[in-house]
């Protein structure tokens, strides 16, 4: 995926240079679309912003991406310099963007133009069960409860496997408190997408450790639901569209899933489940990973948009606990699904970053 960020070279830097580079026509509703012109990993778009921010856009792919793969997008792109010192950067605006929220109807073109964001394939189909694995009580909501739905549909069996109930959530609720609301919020929002069987492993919020004990308990859940695909959540060190890092919780919990799911197949890695009756499971293809920066496939979910939204709003204590802002609105999720349907062909969509096991 070629995330993109932006840069406005000002009046300063106009009058070092004496020049202003010429403008590239975006595209637009009833405009013809001019091809953008890619070189040395620069697209320069044509841009006024409002007249204290006049000049020229430049949008650069995401900084160490592998030479020629520009961050996993398609256009061969070379990496341009690192960018350190981004936010003091004469007229920057925000930091890498890849969700178009709060963007001018131009900063939109740019970051939404097929030409620079690539298509996503879609999820393979060839499956009957699947098993969700997250850290925390509405993990799962805002990322793939859409997908969710729709499989569950269709006739798939998805259970849900949880780390934590996500007791150090609410900063206005006592923990012992908070892991009964949040596990009942919980398996009401699993019910709203038709999934009947929620799992907690009991480890404990905030303070998650990657390590054998997380690896076990992941690959005996493994081996008792025999799945054929495993969902989980972000797993890498930052959100899509920005530097934002990602917490521990969801690192730790992604990573040994990875390991989880070789573990479970191994009949000599953590014997003891053997004596629980639990045999190996080899039969995982797929780990999907919802809200990755490196997003490769996707799920129409146009007819379960409204369950996704329904399911995140179960978790009525949590969202109130966040306040007013836009991570408590369920109905950002109908925004964040149009952007990525507009990169699978139309409608509404839940992306993933799959991976082969």
Same mark, same amino acid.
């Given at each position: 995926?070629l995330?993109?960020?932006?840069?406005?070279?000002?009046?300063?830097?106009?009058?070092?240079?004496?020049?202003?580079r010429?403008p +590239?026509?975006r595209?637009?509703?009833?405009?013809?679309?001019?091809?953008?012109?890619?070189?040395? =990993?620069?697209?320069?778009?044509?841009?006024?912003?409002?007249?204290?921010r006049?000049? *020229?856009r430049?949008?650069?792919? %995401?900084?160490?991406? /592998?030479?020629?793969?520009?961050?996993?997008?398609r256009?061969?792109?070379?990496?341009?310099?690192d960018?350190?010192?981004?936010?003091?950067?004469?007229?920057?605006?925000h930091?890498?963007?890849?969700?178009?929220?709060?963007?001018?109807?131009?900063? %939109?073109?740019?970051?939404e133009?097929?030409?620079l *964001?690539?298509?996503f394939?879609?999820?393979?189909e060839?499956?009957?069960?699947?098993?969700?694995?997250?850290?925390?009580? !509405?993990? +799962?909501?805002?990322?793939? $409860?859409?997908?969710?739905? %729709?499989?569950?549909r269709e006739?798939?069996?998805?259970?849900?496997?949880?780390?934590t109930?996500?007791?150090a959530?609410?900063?206005?609720?006592?923990?012992?408190?908070?892991?009964v609301?949040?596990?009942?919020?919980?398996?009401?929002?699993?019910?709203v997408?038709?999934?009947?069987?929620?799992?907690f +492993?009991?480890?404990?919020?905030?303070?998650?450790?990657?390590g054998l004990?997380?690896?076990?308990?992941?690959?005996?859940?493994?081996?008792?639901?025999?799945?054929?695909?495993?969902?989980?959540? &972000?797993?890498?060190?930052?959100?899509?569209?920005?530097?934002?890092l &990602?917490?521990?919780?969801?690192? &730790?919990?992604?990573?040994a899933?990875l !390991?989880?799911?070789? !573990?479970?197949? &191994?009949?000599?890695?953590?014997?003891? +489940?053997?004596d629980?009756?639990? /045999?190996?499971?080899?039969?995982?293809?797929?780990?999907?990973?919802?809200? $990755?920066?490196? =997003?490769?496939?996707?799920?129409?979910?146009?007819?379960?948009?409204?369950?996704?939204?329904?399911?995140?709003?179960?978790?009525?204590?949590?969202?109130?606990?966040?306040?007013?802002?836009p991570m408590?609105?369920?109905?950002?999720? %109908? /925004?964040?699904? =149009?952007?990525?349907?507009?990169?699978?062909?139309g409608?509404?969509?839940?992306?993933?970053?799959l991976?082969?096991?």
């Open positions: 995926m995330q993109l960020g932006v840069q406005f070279e000002g009046p300063a830097e106009q009058a070092r240079t004496g020049r202003s010429a +590239l026509q595209r637009g509703r009833g405009r013809p679309r001019d091809p953008f012109v890619l070189g040395q =990993a620069e697209i320069v778009v044509a841009g006024q912003i409002d007249p204290a006049r000049g *020229t430049r949008a650069l792919s %995401r900084p160490g991406a /592998e030479p020629g793969v520009a961050a996993g997008g256009l061969g792109l070379e990496p341009v310099e960018l350190v010192g981004w936010q003091s950067w004469t007229g920057c605006v930091s890498w963007q890849s969700r178009t929220t709060g963007m001018t109807g131009e900063e %939109r073109g740019v970051a133009a097929g030409e *964001t690539g298509r394939e879609a999820m393979p060839d499956w009957q069960r699947a098993l969700a694995v997250v850290a925390h009580p !509405d993990d +799962l909501e805002y990322g793939g $409860s859409g997908a969710v739905a %729709r499989w569950t006739g798939k069996q998805v259970v849900y496997t949880l780390a109930r996500g007791e959530g609410i900063d206005g609720m006592a923990p012992e408190e908070a892991a609301v949040r596990e009942r919020e919980q398996i009401e929002a699993a019910r997408v038709g999934v009947d069987t929620v799992e +492993l009991d480890h404990a919020d905030g303070v998650i450790e990657y004990p997380l690896r076990r308990d992941i690959a005996a859940a493994i081996r008792r639901h025999r799945p054929e695909l495993v969902l989980m959540t &972000n797993h890498r060190e930052t959100w899509p569209g920005g530097p934002w &990602n917490m521990a919780d969801h690192r &730790n919990v992604g990573l899933t !390991d989880a799911v070789r !573990d479970a197949a &191994n009949r000599w890695v953590f014997r003891d +489940l053997l629980e009756g639990l /045999e190996p499971w080899g039969g995982v293809r797929w780990v999907a990973v919802s809200a $990755s920066p490196q =997003a490769t496939h996707a799920v129409d979910i146009t007819d379960t948009i409204d369950l996704a939204m329904d399911s995140l709003r179960a978790h009525r204590a949590y969202l109130e606990g966040l306040g007013d802002g408590s609105d369920p109905s950002f999720l %109908r /925004e964040f699904a =149009a952007q990525t349907g507009a990169r699978f062909g409608g509404l969509a839940c992306d993933f970053e991976i082969p096991m």
